[in-house]
């Protein structure tokens, strides 16, 4: 906070205590004074055959809002509250917060603790520590992939042991600490619009779809041309640029023929944030082994 500002929230605290205390005492007193009935202490107004007195607050009322001013003071010497004044018992929110995490780390220490080093494979055997992964993944990461893994339009299923970057330990652990950003850039200007219809066509006969034989035909010339230099010549993908399988049939936008012709046209763009920030290590290991399994499974099932 810059020094004008601060000045400026010490002089508005400070005049509203002020005119707080003023009007409290300013109301002790009794205003009334009718000189030919001293005994009278209505102020002369008078609803619906009921009259107004002029009466001060009862003590014990009084007594409660010095209270409040006296409780208003000390907070404001002790805490922070007047500009950048810290109050003297230098206490903040970020080292209020810091202790907590502090302590619950040293509470959480024996429980998440032990992780840290342990391989992903190894924690993946464990149902305790899968049981704590899910929990972690149902708070962080439901919100995209769903409450199953099983993803949502524009977020992977992961599930079905199909990976843009890769579904080791080490890849999943790397995705998790760093994020991901993809990218695909909207071909549309540079093959023009016949040409996305062809390498739509194209697409659509790798997955074994209906679609225009010969326009697939055109389409497949168009994608050698282009498309190969991220999902490669047989279109099964490049991990190392998230480039997606598009042989699968396993779909990220929607496998319609308008929908592949979108994503052509216009590109696509997404993000994975970085959790490296956000989550412990052995919370980021947890997940990761959670995730890990949720692959295996379908492995086992294949």
């Known amino acids: 906070m810059s020094t004008g500002w601060s000045i400026w929230v010490i002089v508005l605290t400070l005049t509203n205590l002020a005119l707080v205390t003023w009007v409290l005492f300013a ?3 009794v205003a009334v004074d009718d000189q030919e009935d001293p005994e009278n202490r209505t102020t002369g107004h008078v609803y619906d055959g009921i009259e107004e007195y002029d009466n001060p607050l009862p003590k014990w009322w009084f007594l409660l809002f010095i209270l409040t001013l006296v409780f208003s003071a000390a907070y404001l010497v002790i805490y922070p509250g ?3 004044f810290k109050g003297i ?3 903040t929110s970020v080292g209020a917060l810091k202790a907590d995490q502090a302590k619950a780390q040293a509470e959480f220490k024996d429980t998440f603790g032990q992780y840290v080093d ?5 924690i993946a055997e464990s ?3 899968l049981k704590m992964g899910a929990r972690i993944f149902a708070n962080n990461c439901s919100v995209c992939h769903g409450a199953d893994g099983g993803g949502n339009y524009g977020f992977p299923n992961l599930t079905d042991n199909d990976w843009l970057y890769g579904g080791t330990p080490e890849k999943i652990l790397e995705t998790l600490h760093e994020g991901r950003k993809g990218l695909m850039p909207p071909q549309g200007p540079v093959i023009g619009e016949e040409g996305v219809k062809n390498a739509t066509e194209y697409v659509l006969s790798l997955n074994g779809l209906e679609h225009d034989a010969a326009m697939a035909a055109e389409g497949k010339e ?5 498309c190969m230099a991220c999902h490669g010549v047989d279109g099964k993908g490049n991990q190392s640029l998230g480039a997606p399988n598009l042989t699968d049939n396993i779909w990220l936008y929607g496998s319609s023929r308008e929908e592949i012709q979108h994503t052509i046209r216009g590109g696509r763009s997404n993000e994975m944030p970085s959790q490296k920030d956000k989550l412990r290590e052995d919370k980021i290991r947890l ?3 959670y995730v890990y399994s949720l692959s295996r499974q379908e492995e086992v099932q294949q």
């Open 27 to 29: 109301n002790r007193k």
């Open 82 to 84: 007047m500009g950048n």
């Open 89 to 91: 018992a230098g206490w």
């Open 118 to 122: 342990q391989p992903i494979e190894k």
């Open 127 to 129: 149902r305790e520590a």
């Open 222 to 226: 168009v994608f050698g041309t282009v």
């Open 287 to 289: 997940v990761a082994a």
